[in-house]
T-cell receptor, first 112, second 114 residues
Framework: GQQLNQSPQSMFIQEGEDVSMNCTSS?????WLWYKQDPGEGPVLLIA?????ELTSNGRLTAQFGITRKDSFLNISASIPSDVGIYFC????????????FGQGTRLTINP | DAEITQSPRHKITETGRQVTLACHQT?????MFWYRQDLGHGLRLIHY???????NKGEVSDGYSVSRSNTEDLPLTLESAASSQTSVYFC?????????????FGAGTRLSVL
């Protein structure tokens, strides 16, 4: 089936550092979503991207929908301890598609 | 507030037993999904439903079944639990507002099969 390649698989950073992660695919996507999963909880939507080239911010988080529609990145600025968790990208292949394709996740660990 | 709830949050069972995990959403969403999450595999789709009486197999459906008798509930049944089905299970729901599919997840059920 379709796959999203998410990298890096894990990150170990110091508090206050900026973080960058990305998702790539060989397929074109109509929508990109970024979710965060806190330990012991379900994924929660952070940012949704609907148009190629779109750059969207949510507080310290910024995500972009790649111009080729085959990639997306998520940046976190000035990381804090509550940013710890697993970040997933997800894509909708075409408008009206009711399933999502998920990346394998980036596990973020922050050293205080 | 509308929400999606899973129960139980934790379950321990024995090999060969039938187990049912509950998922209930109050958003009135047509679409509901079951995933399992294992280290190194991310979220894998087990079964999904686009409405009452509709069910479909996902990529890892063997050994699992679902039924959709109303809009709010999509229970997941493990017919004969196996150790390989030890995992964390997530239910999600979505609607097709404006053609975009944003899925909302429950808090998960951690299942251990001994």
């Amino acid at each position: 089936g379709q796959q999203l390649n998410q990298s890096p698989q894990s990150m170990f950073i110091q508090e206050g550092e900026d973080v960058s992660m990305n998702c790539t695919s060989s397929s074109i996507f109509n929508t990109w979503l970024w979710y965060k999963q806190d330990p012991g909880e379900g994924p929660v939507l952070l940012i949704a991207l609907y148009k190629a080239g779109e750059l969207t911010s949510n507080g310290r988080l910024t995500a972009q929908f790649g111009i080729t529609r085959k990639d997306s990145f998520l940046n976190i600025s000035a990381s804090i301890p509550s940013d710890v968790g697993i970040y997933f990208c997800a894509g909708q292949l075409f408008q009206g598609a009711q399933k999502l394709v998920f990346g394998q996740g980036t596990r973020l660990t922050i050293n205080p | 507030d509308a929400e999606i709830t899973q129960s139980p949050r934790h379950k321990i069972t024995e090999t060969g037993r039938q187990v049912t995990l509950a998922c209930h959403q109050t958003w009135n969403h047509n679409n509901m999904f079951w995933y399992r999450q294992d280290l190194g595999h991310g979220l894998r789709l087990i079964h999904y439903s686009y409405g009452v009486q509709d069910t479909n197999k996902g990529e890892v459906s063997d050994g699992y079944s679902v039924s959709r008798s109303n809009t709010e509930d999509l229970p997941l049944t493990l017919e004969s639990a196996a150790s390989s089905q030890t995992s964390v299970y997530f239910c999600a729901s979505s609607d097709q507002a404006q053609g975009f599919n944003i899925q909302y997840f429950g808090a998960g059920t951690r299942l251990s099969v001994l």
